[in-house]
């Protein structure tokens, strides 16, 4: 499924936030018999590396042909460029970091791709592996058929409960204060994520980047902040599945395919939807607020679409796996992030390819 147009070359261009700020990106292209048959970008990100105090490397934006030659051309030619930058490390795929799409979808290939999620064929950890590659981390999401299910009464009454205790009250973003707004979505983010394994902060230019995109998908009603007594205490955010749309234009001829993605957006009812962020503000954690937070997300969502998916999620992370199987989530798919220390370096497999 193409992506929205320029959402992808909007990270390769020498201006962009990321380059700008966080590190460089050297897009390689694989060619063979004069047609592309291999991408990667090979990504060196100076803010991960000055966060953890290590010598990492990245890949991502990955797409080949099943052809380990094709395959070990890009990535021996993305291991000269990050040696030659004094890293010892390889991981991936991030796009371009791990606040953005990334790992190689490994199970659910028949199902349509969700916003954010990463859809890949089933070859490319085999390829992977091939090349040394190892699994470092699986990422998770849960399936949530609102359709067919209704808040568990226990967790209602347990929001009930907590609305009156801690004086709580949710309320959606406010599009024309979009960037107070997202302010505090940034703050709440970091501290809620912060120990998680990769976990690089997002800046203000970072999430401000995104406020375009946001404003053309985004459903304002589904960007839920919740307040304690007025302050911010967390966030719910939840992202109309825009792949549904992008589907509906795959076939259109590429002059008409803007157009087109316009028009199915006012024509359209986007059924499916991403539970993508929640997060608690460190002062109110271990009060219970993500069962809060998951029942009004959730009861927000069921009046807009069908089915969701939430997270991602990690498998330490029990305490928001537990509330999201209370309202019925249900195992789904998973991603793998990949890794391999960087070698020596050895002759590049066919350097013809490499454009």
Request: proline fraction near 8%; charged fraction near 25%.
């Amino acid at each position: 499924m193409p992506p929205f147009p320029g959402s992808v070359a909007k990270f390769l261009k020498p201006d962009s936030t990321f380059q700008t700020r966080h590190g460089s990106i050297t897009p390689l292209l694989a060619s063979q018999d004069g047609r592309p048959v291999g991408r990667l970008a090979v990504i060196a990100n100076r803010s991960h590396n000055s966060y953890h105090g290590d010598r990492t490397g990245f890949f991502g934006f990955f797409d080949c042909v099943n052809d380990p030659v094709v395959a070990a051309a890009l990535f021996e030619q993305a291991a000269a460029i990050l040696r030659a930058g004094g890293l010892e490390t390889v991981r991936g795929p991030y796009n371009p970091s791990i606040n953005d799409d990334c790992g190689i979808l490994m199970n659910g290939f028949e199902r349509p791709p969700m916003v954010g999620l990463p859809w890949n064929p089933p070859y490319y950890s085999a390829l992977l592996a091939g090349l040394g590659f190892q699994k470092a981390r699986t990422l998770y999401v849960l399936n949530l058929p609102m359709h067919r299910r209704e808040p568990p009464e226990r967790l209602a009454r347990i929001a009930s409960r907590l609305e009156k205790r801690a004086n709580l009250s949710m309320r959606p973003i406010d599009m024309t204060r979009l960037r107070e707004e997202l302010e505090i979505v940034r703050t709440v983010y970091n501290a809620t994520l912060e120990r998680n394994w990769g976990f690089v902060p997002i800046g203000s230019e970072d999430i401000l980047d995104s406020a375009a995109e946001l404003r053309a998908i985004a459903d304002p009603r589904l960007l839920l902040i919740g307040e304690s007594a007025g302050r911010p205490a967390g966030v719910a955010i939840t992202l109309p599945n825009f792949n549904e749309i992008l589907a509906g234009a795959k076939n259109t001829p590429r002059w008409l395919r803007l157009p087109h993605i316009l028009w199915l957006m006012k024509s359209r009812r986007i059924r499916t939807c991403r539970q993508t962020v929640l997060g608690v503000v460190p002062e109110f954690r271990d009060r219970g607020l993500h069962a809060w937070l998951v029942h009004g997300q959730f009861c927000e969502a069921k009046k807009h679409h069908t089915d969701a998916v939430l997270g991602w999620l990690e498998d330490t992370n029990a305490e928001i796996i537990d509330v999201c199987k209370l309202v019925g989530g249900e195992p789904d798919r998973e991603w793998a992030i990949f890794e391999k220390p960087l070698g020596p370096g050895d002759e590049l497999a066919k350097p013809s390819m490499l454009a």
